[in-house]
């Protein structure tokens, strides 16, 4: 017998991992495994039986949200290429039902979408209630890619921190719990990452030749992503700051993070609201 | 060592469960298990062995609809409650990521759908190319609920067969493969799954009064779905039929319905569309 899952983390990782002015970014150890005590095996293990755990939890909300409760949790993934967003989805979200995600992952905007407001496409995909959302990149490239190719005058994108705060308090307060991942490779490893999907054939389609275009802006991206964590780390939405170099830490690390969102809410099962004992004898008639 | 997979069916699960006029499903036995040899133990094993083909094929599909394939497939879920729709989100979807997935479970249709003409709201939850689109009830519940409990005039109910003919050979000619599936559930077992529903305090939110409600009208839905596959099991978009007392064997059924859908989409890895020595040599100096 392994250790239990609490055994092997020094205090939550939502204390942990929570997004601290007084730790830039620029001296983040991506390489670290902060607050977990475990190795790679314990991590693994742990993933599973955590993962079991936040099954459970979602199918509680689930029902909830069936019954009538407006609440919702919104995790939004944010990182570099090869973070391993879309790993996080997969080996993380792919744990609990799929009935109950609402998953989208927002690329380059469209013509369309880029007639609107930047927020516009978001609303659109706001979870419903009851159901886990899961945001892979968000409005945050508003104020990162969009910042550091200069894709909207400086004011504009300048407005946009308090814009998403704005938004985030309404979104909050209509119910659900917003948890925020910013996701960080090593330029290191990242490399690693993009040589194989360079050299294997069934990873030729993650590649785009703008991953080495961005990489080579990571210093002006580094700003842009610790503007963003100063100015929108706020105590309703949060920022969690998560190193990605091992991708077992990042995602129990994140498992965790959505464990706790999902206990805060208290939830239980919901009460019948019908006449069980007059339920039973129409069902024992029929 | 157990057997293969492929030695546990005594043909595959298309030619087995497809839809057959000359076998209405007034002699189908519920609790059947069509075409598998293996027991219980068999099929379970078999569905995390399949499901693991299903989740590599559904990635080669996402893969290359990343890379400007149009092409999609759809599941369509049918059948009466406690068949078993749910469940076979959660066991047999729950194995893909959750990336690719569209899914959409079509309740009773709100104010604003009543509005529109039946198919809008499916329009809308269409999967997108690539996609594996799941739908929990569809477009069919508009010549079922709405023919037995009279929602709309015969003659409107009557007239929607074609029209759903004439919207699936559309969809298929845009690329989309459909997998229809109608999961039917003994009145035995059905008994036994809602009164678990009204035991276990759990489980009393996925029950409605209107379930025994509907299950008292079971020669008439009998009817209506028997006219649904009579009249809507196309070339171009068969329906399938599913004995569902026996869990394990619908999922493993499903399971083998939609790899052979894939299957047939006959893809490979989408090659580079860029020049991969001049990426390795742009990466290298990065």
Do not use: C
């Amino acid at each position: 017998m392994g250790k239990k899952p609490e055994q092997l983390w020094t205090a939550p990782a939502r204390e942990i991992l929570r997004a601290d002015p007084d730790s830039p970014i620029a001296d983040l150890d991506r390489n670290g495994t902060p607050g977990f005590i475990g190795k790679k095996a314990d991590g693994k293990r742990q993933l599973e039986e955590r993962g079991a755990v936040l099954a459970e939890l979602q199918e509680l909300l689930y029902a909830n949200g069936r019954s009538g409760d407006e609440r919702s949790i919104l995790l939004v993934l944010q990182g570099m290429d090869t973070s391993g967003k879309g790993g996080m989805v997969r080996h993380v979200i792919g744990h609990v039902d799929p009935q109950g995600v609402d998953h989208t992952a927002f690329g380059v905007p469209t013509a369309n979408e880029k007639r609107h407001h930047f927020l516009w496409r978001i609303e659109k995909a706001l979870p419903r209630a009851g159901q886990l959302g899961v945001f892979d990149r968000s409005h945050y490239e508003d104020v990162l890619v969009a910042r550091v190719d200069d894709l909207v005058p400086k004011k504009v994108w300048q407005g946009r921190y308090k814009e998403i705060n704005n938004f985030e308090k309404e979104l909050v307060n209509r119910g659900t719990t917003i948890v925020k991942v910013a996701m960080f490779v090593s330029l290191d490893e990242q490399k690693e990452r993009l040589q194989e999907r360079l050299e294997r054939p069934d990873k030729y389609w993650k590649y785009s030749p703008g991953d080495v275009t961005a990489r080579k802006r990571w210093p002006e991206y580094r700003k842009a992503y610790q503007a963003m964590l100063d100015r929108t780390n706020t105590d309703y939405a949060p920022w969690y700051v998560v190193p990605a170099d091992r991708k077992w830490y990042s995602r129990i690390a994140v498992t965790e993070l959505l464990i706790d969102a999902f206990e805060r809410l208290d939830l239980d099962w919901p009460p019948a609201d019908f006449d069980i004992e007059k339920e039973k004898r129409r069902l024992a008639a029929s």
